[in-house]
């Protein structure tokens, strides 16, 4: 059996949030190193805060000063951090509830081994160097055995407030293409684009899926698809991908190869983005050295019949 392919794979984007008046205050509150909560009516101080009660559901506004001080409630051992992660050199993971405070807070903490952490441990807040307003102002937390921080009584009311954060998302992770798509990526190394075909319902799917979705048969059958074929819809992108090299717009679309029952994505070009339309004929432009297609370009065949493809939509 022929190899089945793996690589390593990351998936990453920025995440921008916009804050409410409760998260803007906290974080402005820790990048001026203040932990400010939020307190329920029955009297409660929730940090970190939330904006509405999660026992009543009622929108809380009362922010209330907590001390930088508090007490592990529950603790793990990360042997191996992971990039991002707070420290780069093994810590716990901790539930902190501070003093002041009626709920804990998921934090690090800096400790020299498994056997210096314990519940029921006195820590404090590590205040980062620099502070912008995120969580990561906390840099840690550390050991305590000094008496309890008092808080100074923070109202909540500061100057250039925070309103929003940028927060980093990242996925790293190996993935498999699995049987029939390692077999549909070797055969792109040939410039060949290879389906496999459903035993029952005799459909096509490029590319495969190892099993028919229809019918729920496994496919093994490999058959030799277009290299033409037709565009059965498509869309207009206006907007600039980071770290891509195409000018907009340019048009993305679904590409029925001949012999194929199922459309697969590709780009369209060499021709104005306003002339592409739905049963155009294409055919696949390969650059030096690449293992799939740049883009699909006109073959200058009359269009295709709707019936022809109104099945691939």
């Given at each position: 059996?022929?190899?089945?392919?793996?690589?390593?794979?990351?998936?990453?984007?920025?995440?921008?949030?916009?804050?409410?008046?409760?998260?803007?205050?906290?974080l402005?509150?820790?990048?001026?190193?203040?932990?400010?909560?939020v307190?329920?009516?029955?009297?409660?101080?929730?940090?970190?805060?939330?904006?509405?009660?999660?026992?009543t559901?009622?929108?809380?506004r009362?922010?209330?000063?907590?001390?930088?001080t508090?007490?592990v409630?529950t603790?793990?051992w990360?042997?191996?951090p992971r990039r991002?992660?707070?420290?780069?050199?093994?810590f716990?993971?901790?539930?902190?509830?501070?003093?002041?405070?009626?709920?804990?807070?998921?934090h690090?903490?800096?400790?020299?081994?498994?056997?210096?952490v314990?519940?029921?441990?006195r820590v404090?807040?590590?205040w980062?160097?620099?502070?912008?307003?995120?969580?990561?102002?906390?840099?840690?937390f550390?050991?305590?055995?000094?008496?309890?921080?008092?808080?100074?009584?923070?109202?909540?009311?500061?100057?250039?407030?925070?309103?929003?954060?940028?927060a980093?998302?990242?996925?790293?992770?190996?993935?498999s293409?699995?049987?029939?798509?390692?077999?549909?990526?070797?055969a792109?190394?040939?410039r060949r684009?290879?389906?496999?075909?459903?035993?029952s319902?005799r459909?096509?799917y490029?590319?495969?899926?190892?099993a028919?979705?229809?019918?729920g048969?496994?496919?093994?059958?490999?058959?030799?698809?277009?290299?033409?074929?037709?565009?059965?819809?498509?869309?207009?992108?206006?907007?600039?991908?980071?770290?891509?090299?195409?000018?907009?717009p340019?048009?993305?679309?679904?590409i029925?190869?001949?012999?194929?029952?199922l459309?697969l994505h590709?780009?369209?070009?060499?021709?104005p983005?306003?002339?592409?339309?739905?049963?155009l004929?294409?055919?696949?432009?390969?650059?030096e050295g690449?293992?799939?297609?740049d883009?699909?370009?006109?073959?200058?065949?009359?269009?295709?019949?709707?019936?022809t493809?109104?099945?691939?939509?």
């Open positions: 059996m022929p190899e089945v392919l793996k690589a390593p794979l990351v998936v990453e984007f920025p995440f921008a949030r916009s804050l409410g008046p409760v998260q803007s205050a906290f402005t509150g820790l990048r001026e190193r203040v932990v400010l909560g307190r329920t009516t029955d009297g409660r101080s929730l940090v970190p805060p939330v904006e509405y009660d999660p026992v559901a009622e929108e809380i009362d922010l209330v000063e907590v001390a930088p508090g007490t409630t603790w793990a990360n042997h191996e991002g992660q707070p420290l780069d050199t093994p716990a993971w901790v539930l902190v509830r501070l003093d002041g405070a009626d709920t804990a807070l998921l690090a903490l800096d400790a020299p081994g498994p056997d210096a314990r519940t029921g441990l404090r807040v590590r980062a160097e620099e502070r912008t307003g995120a969580i990561t102002d906390i840099a840690c550390e050991p305590y055995d000094g008496d309890p921080a008092e808080p100074a009584g923070h109202t909540g009311e500061f100057e250039d407030v925070v309103t929003g954060i940028v980093p998302a990242r996925l790293d992770y190996t993935y293409p699995g049987r029939a798509q390692s077999a549909y990526i070797n792109l190394a040939d684009n290879v389906g496999e075909r459903c035993p319902c459909k096509v490029v590319p495969p899926r190892g028919c979705p229809t019918c048969l496994a496919t093994s059958e490999q058959v030799e698809v277009g290299p033409r074929g037709t565009v059965t819809t498509f869309c207009v992108v206006n907007i600039k991908a980071k770290n891509l090299d195409i000018e907009v340019y048009v993305y679309g679904h029925a190869l001949d012999g194929a029952d459309a590709g780009r369209i070009a060499g021709i983005y306003d002339q592409v339309r739905m049963g004929r294409v055919e696949p432009v390969w650059t690449a293992r799939y297609p883009h699909f370009r006109p073959t200058g065949e009359p269009d295709a019949d709707y019936d493809y109104k099945e691939l939509l």
